[in-house]
């Protein structure tokens, strides 16, 4: 997954800076940096109205690819893998901790009142008392 991932970002990446170039090279209004590289001139490769199409249509491709790769990060970052099954297919289960140990408290023993001080092995069991107040 971890693979996937960092390809998924690399084709962002490749993808930002390649629509960061190609909005840089288009032919605006103004003087912009596509003049100087000579984006608007008529002896083209694609002919003077062909590089505006094709500058256009690279860009609206890599623009989609872009958000596409955007969409799949999204989706990859709020992915949550469950849990093993284990061998025997039954999720393994919680450690049971024993609240008080036998010698501690025998069966016999009456019931402390609500006044009296609690043993610290029997308080350190008690939900809620590790919460910081």
């Known amino acids: 997954m971890l693979y996937l991932k960092t390809l998924v970002i690399v084709v962002q990446l490749l993808s930002a800076l390649g629509v960061i170039g190609l909005v840089l090279l288009q032919h605006g209004k103004g003087a912009d940096m596509g003049a100087a590289f000579g984006s608007g001139a008529s002896g083209s490769l694609f002919g003077a109205s062909g590089s505006a199409n094709f500058l256009s249509r690279t860009t609206a491709v890599l623009a989609t690819v872009f958000f596409l790769s955007t969409l799949a990060l999204t989706y990859l970052g709020s992915y949550h893998a469950k849990p093993s099954a284990g061998v ?14 036998a010698a501690a408290a025998p069966a016999s023993a009456p019931v402390a009142s609500s006044t009296a001080a609690a043993s610290p092995a029997v308080a350190a069991s008690v939900p809620g008392n590790d919460v910081p107040k």
């Open 88 to 101: 025997l297919g039954a999720s393994a289960p919680a450690p049971v901790v024993a609240s008080v140990p």
